[in-house]
């Protein structure tokens, strides 16, 4: 003032805002001033001279209190497979004119995105380790030059899980169990699921399962059949690498001996036919008799398709 000894006193309107300052006052006025709401609030200070017990009219002052503005990230989290576009993190506030900057951590994912941008995330995600890895997006709304305080989404991002038949290949009698076989993989958590061709000529097994396989192959043809087992490893849901497993079949030969059953007087030939009934490629004969103590002439055991001797 210009007139000397004044003293001054103040009140101010918005009780609602806070902070250091009162809602009344004298001398000069300093301190912090909070806004709560999401809109921009103008506090005006009231101020009385008054000098030798005169009051001055009195004069204005006001303070616009900008909000820190808060952002609000949708969704918060999700989770997505290797190399998947994330759902699109839509970033939002309530109050107007806010812009957005966020950063990234684990910068190792790789993919489209950034490891800081503006406005909504949008993009895809590569994870090359063998295991989950939630990667966390800090974000900071500014409106009027005035930031807010962080706010957070997440993403996990699966790996691509892998799987190990062991054995890889065998082959089998039909009729007989398969060697079991273990699945295995370099990411922990990892569901094996598999399923088998050849299910109209060879039974016994399911047609599809998880886990590691096991169990009785039936060939019910004339030739050998191999059955692939295609696995598919799922981690959280999301598919991995494809491997197989195959297991060859072998048929069951059936052998027909003529004639099946003969009476013969001693020192007679004897000449019996063994055949495949069922033509089984490759079938061998291998036979023994009993009684040989008593009978000679004929072999006690042999190979072949032919059993013949003079029977003594």
Do not use: H
Request: aromatic letters at 4%; charged letters at 5%; hydrophobic letters at 35%.
């Amino acid at each position: 003032s210009d007139v000397s000894n004044t003293t001054f006193s103040w009140v101010r309107n918005n009780p609602a805002v806070t902070g250091t300052i009162a809602n009344s006052g004298s001398g000069n006025i300093s301190g912090t001033l909070i806004n709560s709401t999401p809109n921009p609030v103008l506090v005006t200070f009231t101020i009385i001279a008054s000098a030798n017990g005169c009051p001055g009219s009195p004069v204005t002052a006001t303070v616009l209190v900008n909000p820190s503005p808060v952002a609000i990230a949708t969704p918060a989290s999700q989770s997505i497979c290797n190399g998947d576009n994330i759902a699109p993190i839509v970033l939002s506030s309530l109050t107007s004119g806010t812009s957005y900057t966020w950063t990234r951590n684990n910068p190792a994912v790789t993919g489209s995105i950034t490891n800081g941008g503006t406005g909504n995330i949008i993009g895809n995600l590569i994870n090359s380790s063998n295991a989950p890895v939630t990667v966390t997006f800090s974000i900071t709304a500014s409106a009027d030059g005035c930031p807010g305080s962080p706010a957070f989404a997440t993403v996990l991002v699966n790996p691509t899980a892998d799987a190990f038949a062991s054995p890889a290949c065998q082959s089998v009698c039909s009729g007989l169990a398969i060697t079991t076989i273990a699945l295995t993989g370099n990411t922990s958590g990892t569901v094996y699921n598999w399923e088998r061709n050849n299910t109209g000529t060879v039974t016994g097994m399911a047609n599809s399962g998880s886990g590691n396989i096991a169990g009785i192959l039936n060939n019910t043809t004339n030739a050998d059949i191999t059955v692939t087992f295609t696995i598919t490893p799922f981690i959280n849901g999301c598919p991995g690498t494809i491997t197989t497993a195959t297991v060859l079949v072998k048929p069951t030969p059936v052998v027909a001996a003529s004639p099946f059953t003969q009476t013969v007087c001693n020192n007679t030939l004897v000449s019996i036919s063994l055949t495949n009934p069922n033509n089984v490629s490759g079938t061998d004969y291998i036979w023994n008799r009993d009684n040989i103590l008593i009978l000679t002439g004929v072999a006690n055991n042999g190979i072949g398709n032919t059993i013949s001797g003079i029977i003594s």
